[in-house]
């Protein structure tokens, strides 16, 4: 029927027209922010840890941010830093890696704090010193709001897909990517990227 068609072109005009903002919504949302910031009441801002970082406003939650440098430079030790630095002040995140899985980062979270190397943590047998002070370090980073989907690392749609989820689910508002290129470099991306 020509009307239903009609009116469902109409209806779908209207919800793009809800989406259309004019100068003065976009002042007053900025004038919010201004003020949010002022106040340090900001729901964007996510703080690092990092000072250099944090001084420029820290990460905000609507973009995205890129970690690049060569091979053995520190990147993943930088986004674990980062990860337990805003899980530390509250803020949940989630991180998807394509070289580890989650005990492997938990590992590399707690070795500085147990002053273990993350390598003698998960291959060695520790004595009875390095048991004691890992089990401090594990007490110390268990309640943490950091996620990890070692599933979902397949193709960039399922890690889309797990972060949509788990955004409405636990609240996520920082993720980390760690080394995106391998799943480029596998053909494992989305036919549609």
Wanted: aromatic share 4%; proline share 2%.
């Amino acid at each position: 029927d020509i009307r239903k068609d009609i009116t469902v072109v109409l209806e779908e005009g209207t919800e793009k027209t809800k989406r259309v903002k004019s100068m003065h919504d976009a002042n007053t949302e900025l004038k919010k922010r201004v003020d949010d910031n002022y106040n340090g009441t900001s729901e964007t801002m996510i703080l690092t840890g990092i000072k250099d970082i944090d001084e420029k406003g820290g990460l905000q939650t609507s973009d995205f941010d890129v970690i690049a440098a060569e091979s053995s430079q520190g990147k993943t030790s930088l986004l674990n830093c980062i990860m337990v630095n805003a899980a530390t002040a509250g803020i949940p995140c989630m991180q998807f890696s394509m070289e580890m899985m989650s005990h492997q980062i938990a590992a590399r979270i707690a070795a500085p704090r147990a002053k273990i190397s993350s390598g003698v943590i998960q291959y060695k047998k520790l004595c009875d010193w390095q048991m004691n002070e890992l089990s401090q370090a594990l007490k110390q980073t268990d309640g943490l709001p950091i996620y990890f989907d070692d599933e979902s690392t397949i193709s960039f749609d399922s890690i889309v897909a797990s972060i949509r989820m788990n955004v409405k689910r636990l609240g996520v508002k920082l993720v980390g990517i760690d080394y995106l290129q391998i799943l480029a470099s596998t053909g494992n991306g989305s036919s549609n990227s």
